[in-house]
């Protein structure tokens, strides 16, 4: 089925309009009429081929929802009519160990990526959510809580799980005290998540334009990241640190904030890695992890948590048009707190 896009071509140039064919809806598949999608710093990095992964052209977009529009036979999960999301993967082997815990985020053999990847088939190139429509499979398609507005649903299929993942992992919760560094698009929802779970939330940021709207989100507490006076107040007093920030930074001093014991754990992908002194977690028996999006029961456990707690993105919503001016105020941290793209932009012409 015909499809109406914003592709890359190639790393430098700007988006532009892209028409393609969707596969026609399997009896496994959900047709889905996107409603709106946000901008995730990885699509930035990933049409800049800053991964190194890219594939041309690239419909990006991984944080869609929309409306079913049409099941295949065996669809019971969800009937036409019905509001749905689609985040960062539309496929995975399903048998490995991890696709079995429902971690299909690890997959042995790699998920398929909701675009810049290849189907299982190995050829078909997938294209997301900066489009009109999308077919995926009913195993990676998500219920969307009734009182939630759409708009600011969408980034939760990526910067919501995202966060939600690690702090759900990391046992975060009330008498913890929580620091979530960056306030971009995952930062703020780090922030509302965390305060949610009832932790003692504190913001890490560069902008100080952000300090009073981190307090509104939910911190208790903002530190500006540059200045080492107020970076020092804190050392040895954090259970969990969450790392959203999009650039390389100095980790090591982050480390000396932890408590014995405290875990730092990264979502945010520099394009180089920061050095680490080994000595800053030997001393305290500190850890640093990573963590990767979501599972597909994770992502709706999340998706009802937001639900019951009210909590939506705050969104800048755009036509299309606007896609190539929003990555540039990306890249300079000048959006609150994530961009939507409003998909009926593209459908006017
Ligand atoms: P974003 O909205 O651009 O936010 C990034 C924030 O990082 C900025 O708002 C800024 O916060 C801070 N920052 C940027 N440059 C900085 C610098 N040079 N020094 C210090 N702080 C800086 O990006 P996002 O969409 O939230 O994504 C954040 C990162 O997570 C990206 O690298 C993205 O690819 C990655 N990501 C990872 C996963 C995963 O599964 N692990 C999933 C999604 C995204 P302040 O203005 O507050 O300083
Ligand atoms: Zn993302
Ligand atoms: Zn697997």
Redesign the pocket.
């Known amino acids: 089925m015909k499809s109406f896009g914003y592709a890359a071509t190639n790393a430098t140039t700007p988006l532009g309009p892209f028409e393609f064919a969707r596969r026609e809806v399997g009896e496994n598949d959900v047709c889905i009429d996107i409603l709106y999608c946000g901008i995730?710093?990885?699509d930035i990095?990933q049409v800049r081929n800053e991964w190194n992964n890219a594939i041309y052209p690239m419909v990006p977009g991984h944080e869609i929802v929309g409306k079913v529009l049409k099941v295949g036979s065996k669809v019971r999960k969800f009937k036409v009519g019905e509001v749905v999301g689609v985040g960062?993967m539309v496929d995975s082997c399903r048998q490995c160990p991890n696709c079995k815990d429902g971690l299909e985020?690890y997959c042995f053999k790699g998920f398929v990526g909701t675009y810049n990847d290849h189907e299982k088939d190995g050829k078909t190139i997938t294209f997301g959510g900066y489009s009109t429509n999308i077919v995926v499979n009913e195993a990676f398609v998500l219920s969307v809580p009734s009182n939630l507005s759409l708009p600011g649903v969408a980034p939760l299929l990526?910067?919501g799980i995202?966060t939600y993942s690690p702090l759900k992992h990391w046992h975060v919760k009330e008498g913890k005290k929580v620091g979530i560094m960056?306030?971009?698009?995952?930062?703020h929802m780090g922030v509302k998540i965390a305060h949610a779970m009832g932790a003692q939330v504190v913001?890490?940021?560069?902008?100080p334009s952000?300090v009073a709207d981190a307090k509104r989100l939910g911190a208790n507490e903002v530190v500006l990241?540059k200045d080492e006076a107020q970076m020092k107040q804190h050392i040895g007093s954090f259970d969990f640190l969450l790392n959203?920030?999009?650039?390389?930074?100095d980790i090591n001093a982050y480390l000396s904030l932890l408590k014995r014991d405290g875990v730092m754990c990264?979502?945010?992908?520099?394009s180089k890695d920061a050095k680490l002194e080994m000595n800053r977690l030997i001393f305290g028996r500190k850890s640093l992890a990573?963590?990767?999006?979501g599972g597909i029961p994770e992502t709706q456990e999340m998706l009802n948590f937001c639900g019951m707690h009210n909590i939506t993105s705050d969104v800048e919503i755009i036509p299309i048009e606007k896609v190539n001016e929003a990555y540039e105020r990306?890249?300079k941290?000048d959006?609150k707190?994530?961009f939507v793209i409003d998909i009926q932009s593209l459908k006017k012409g």
Do not use: D, E, M, N
């Not at 960056?182 to 930062?187: D, I, P």
């Open positions: 995730c710093h990885s990095h960062c985020q990526c910067a995202t960056g306030l971009g698009g995952l930062g913001v890490f940021t560069t902008s952000k990241s959203t920030i999009s650039a390389p930074i990264s979502v945010g992908i520099a990573g963590s990767l999006i990306t890249i941290s959006v707190y994530r």
